[in-house]
């Protein structure tokens, strides 16, 4: 499998990147998000941009000085928090505008300023802005925020200035497999050195998805980075594999610890249970972290006493279990036995693997 | 300097026990308490009889392998919680009889059944049971729990069994010379391995406890460890190493530290304030933690952000600050310069290091 070179180190794909939405994975410190194996994490355009501010983090050095961690960032361009977050959004073709989700204020992002934003915080990998919408939509309102993430794709890239930052580009298209192919005709007709796969994840059914994955892929060139935004599930990770996908990004990993829930072969664990109240085995004892021998009486216990250490632990281990994962995917391909070890992950993940939409 | 030694290892002396009331250092892993400095912890057996339970904790191993945390433990006895924390308390010869904090449940706590406990959860070193009273009280009531406590320890002594746990007294009597005199007295008769000084750091004045202090330590065997319980600010710990005390245990560090307060040789540095805003320096550069080169700047916008990671880092920092400090007074105590070194420090801190009793 490949290699991706960056200024900041190489990452071996297919690659999950933990989410550090506000300059941090929520509950870690960068040196547990390392040691979990992370070799590339994400930061939010939209979450810096309102707070801290680009400049600042420019003046105090750019993101990987600002937060304390010096191998690969990718950042998202806030295409996709525009859609989910901000208020009273209007998308022009100039830009968006859009309301604060923190405290109301309006703002405003062009594709230019979004390119410019990234520059500021110095990210290895930045991301072009798309126009994001919700699905269901009909075809027309698909095809409008298609072909204007296209013309917004080709601004970003003139737009672009910093040589030691890539540009990916974003395919858009609902689940049109057409409108798909489209999209990524035109984008790759413009030579990003990576495409991505956005506007999934947004509410349509895992095969749907799946579907789109497989549509689109074959329409973009084997020899650039695919990456599947905002995905997924440890399954959806496999099933992104299978069909060609190498970088995921998901906050499910801390956020399913933090609702003490943990990923591990056999499905999720709901660690309040009352089943794990004496339980002296460890949540999955080959997921290993420095603190991987703790019980689940004890995690139960943290998290039944509202303490703090439940959470980070199981963040911890879940964001551990989705790099084992990806190694473990990795290994698997070169091994030339990948749909083996797909499917003893699947049927190990059985119906205990269900989607968790809490928080 | 002296040094204390226990089944889980050696203490140097003067130290500092981060405490983790309900079996964690509040927002830290165990492996970061021990990268701090820290050679022993506290736990609570009030808040462990509670939750999980002392047989739950047994049952699995004891509370060293239950936390994962293989150094040193002592416990206290839950007197001071009972005073503090409980409802509807009613002390009767016999024993305390209350409800508990979180769900009304009547409980009962006998001397007896405090040693039980701890020799449950199988800490190295175990406190006797205390009645403890608030201050100002009058004379005949710090003299009757004075009292009581003395009859409590002597009941405490012969309920112990565990050849591996040691137990140490604690001297009560408020603020009165004299009731402190004849406690400690009393207890040094009955020959305990270390003697705690407790009900202090209840209301009373700064000075007013620096001078009990002073009162007491005369009384007690200069070979046994002088334990002064609850304190405090890194002033009150200067104040009690130059009056006699080797250990202290409080929960200012962490409490401080999700607060947003960190200490340093300067005073307490409130993070959250706009001058921190674009502040590239550390919070304190020698003070050394694997997050210690982060940027105030960085702090500030992680606790401005509501991000976990802010009260995790500056936690970790205030208990290496609090670790770091008693190593500094053990080098001047070994150095012959421990009262340069206390000048010193008061000076730095000057009327930065207010008591901040927020939370």
């Known amino acids: 499998m490949g290699r991706l070179h960056t200024p900041h180190g190489t990452i071996d794909l297919p690659t999950f990147m933990p989410v550090g939405t506000c300059g941090t994975v929520k509950g870690l410190t960068f040196d547990q998000v390392a040691a979990a194996g992370a070799q590339i994490v994400l930061g939010n355009t939209y979450h810096l941009a309102l707070r801290p501010g680009p400049e600042l983090v420019a003046q105090l050095g750019g993101l990987h000085q600002f937060i304390g961690w010096n191998k690969p960032i990718l950042t998202d361009s806030g295409g996709f928090q525009i859609f989910s977050l901000a208020q009273m959004t ?193 949540v999955q004892a080959d997921v290993e972290t420095p603190q991987s021998h703790l019980s689940r009486a004890y995690l139960r216990h943290l998290f039944m006493a509202g303490e703090m250490l439940g959470p980070i632990l199981l963040s911890l281990h879940n964001v551990a279990y989705y790099q084992r994962l990806m190694r473990q995917a990795r290994e698997a391909i070169a091994a030339d036995s990948f749909l083996e070890f797909y499917n003893r992950r699947l049927a190990g993940w059985g119906a205990g693997d269900s989607r968790d939409d809490s928080d």
Request: glycine share 8%.
């Open 90 to 282: 209007k998308i022009t073709e100039a830009q968006a505008v859009f309301r604060s989700h923190i405290d109301g204020s309006q703002l405003e992002l062009s594709p230019e300023r979004a390119v410019r934003i990234q520059e500021q915080l110095g990210s290895d990998i930045a991301m072009v802005l798309d126009h994001v919408i919700g699905l269901p939509a009909t075809y027309a309102a698909v095809e409008e925020a298609m072909e204007r993430s296209t013309r917004w794709a080709a601004r970003c890239q003139r737009a672009h200035q910093r040589s030691d930052q890539i540009q990916f580009a974003i395919v858009q298209g609902g689940l049109d497999p057409g409108l798909r192919r489209r999209s990524a005709e035109q984008l790759v007709s413009l030579e990003f050195p990576g495409y991505a796969i956005g506007g999934l994840s947004v509410g349509e059914e895992p095969a749907a998805m799946y579907e789109t994955i497989a549509a689109t892929c074959p329409c973009l060139p084997v020899d650039r980075p695919r990456y599947l935004m905002g995905v997924g599930t440890p399954r959806d990770l496999l099933e992104g594999v299978l069909r060609g996908i190498d970088m995921f990004d998901c906050v499910m990993p801390t956020r399913n610890g933090r609702n003490a829930s943990a990923f591990t072969d056999s499905g999720q664990l709901k660690i309040r249970n009352s089943c794990y109240r004496d339980d002296p085995r460890p």
